[in-house]
């Protein structure tokens, strides 16, 4: 490790060789287009947001006269729904605040995360895109379906490696931190009864801060935005920190094992995850492993591209990785939630 490795963070230092890379600036055509995104993002996941903490409201169904009506009927049924929440939350700001609530504290976190990989690669003249966010339509999932950089240039090198596939993560979970504090503080009383719904599951990082401020987390207590919020974020964090092919965690097993080592473990963490996922949905009928288990097949086809430069990665880089294993403790649980 040279000298200046001992004294800056891993994250901002760049390979001595790679001190001449310098990464193209974007474009005004650029800025206005993944700002365009972002924008859009932050409308999505406010409607997501209405949907979390909004009431349930009465929809009138769609006539059904001809066969066109039957053929319309979802479509049609969805847009009146998004026009009755969208009426709900003109005539009650309060509903909207927390819609935007929940919109900005997910979308802090994405934005966190991939500014870590952007910066990351900045820094060692990595050719990389602004942040693409990709909103989904409204009342779907969370209202986005995350965020990505486009990498346009090879890694330098295993160190360059390394930090550009893990300072994402850990950005992100530097954010989602004080958000999931700010969901606990503000949870409110239990609510048990007769029905039907879908209960979350809580990582370890909530329940050790459940702890810490002495606040019992109860699974049928009212989901406010800001909980929700880091939930999702953790739960992307841990999807993203798998040591499987070209995800952020795969970036990093890769770089401090090679590429033998790299195959291996992703085969492992996916048979893992494939045993898991039966499993969460025998036990607790839980689908969401199957999210897992797909991602995971699909990643485990795509190739992962060798390092320029094979140096390395020095004693603070493996302490990095340690502090990023507890990350991943923290973050991930295997059975995320409960259909009842």
Not at 183 to 203: C, E, K, T
Not at 234 to 245: A, E, Q, R, Y
């Amino acid at each position: 490790m040279s000298e200046s490795a001992q004294v800056i963070s891993p994250f901002v230092n760049a390979h001595q060789s790679d001190a001449f890379r310098v990464a193209p600036r974007p474009t005004t055509r650029e800025w206005l287009r993944h700002t365009g995104l972002f924008l859009i993002t932050v409308v999505t996941t406010t409607f997501a947001g209405l949907v979390i903490v909004a009431p349930e409201l009465d929809v009138a169904s769609p006539p059904l006269g001809t066969v066109f009506d039957y053929l319309l009927y979802i479509p049609a049924y969805y847009l009146r729904t998004v026009g009755v929440l969208l009426g709900f939350a003109v005539q009650h700001p309060t509903f909207l605040a927390d819609g935007l609530i929940f919109s900005a504290s997910l979308l802090a976190i994405l934005t966190a995360h991939e500014m870590g990989h952007y910066v990351a690669c900045r820094r060692y003249g990595v050719a990389a895109t602004l942040p693409f966010f990709i909103p989904a339509p409204p009342l779907f999932l969370a209202g986005t379906f995350g965020a990505f950089i486009k990498i346009k240039s090879p890694i330098p090198s295993r160190r360059a490696l390394f930090d550009i596939g893990l300072a994402g993560p850990l950005a992100g979970f530097v954010v989602a931190v004080p958000i999931a504090l700010i969901g606990i503080l503000s949870m409110q009383s239990p609510v048990r009864g007769a029905g039907y719904g879908i209960i979350f599951h809580d990582p370890l990082l909530f329940r050790l801060l459940g702890k810490l401020v002495g606040i019992p987390l109860d699974p049928f207590a009212p989901i406010n935005p800001y909980y929700m919020a880091a939930w999702i974020g953790l739960l992307v964090t841990s999807l993203n920190l798998m040591p499987v092919g070209q995800l952020d965690g795969g970036h990093g097993t890769f770089a401090l094992f090679g590429p033998r080592a790299h195959k291996l473990i992703g085969r492992i963490a996916f048979a893992v995850m494939a045993v898991l996922t039966v499993l969460g949905f025998v036990w607790y009928g839980s689908p969401s492993g199957f999210l897992y288990t797909v991602l995971l097949a699909v990643m485990l086809r795509v190739g992962h591209p060798q390092p320029e430069d094979v140096e390395s990665l020095g004693s603070v880089r493996l302490l990095i990785s340690f502090v990023t294993l507890i990350v991943f403790a923290l973050c991930f649980w295997p059975f995320p939630i409960t259909i009842y």
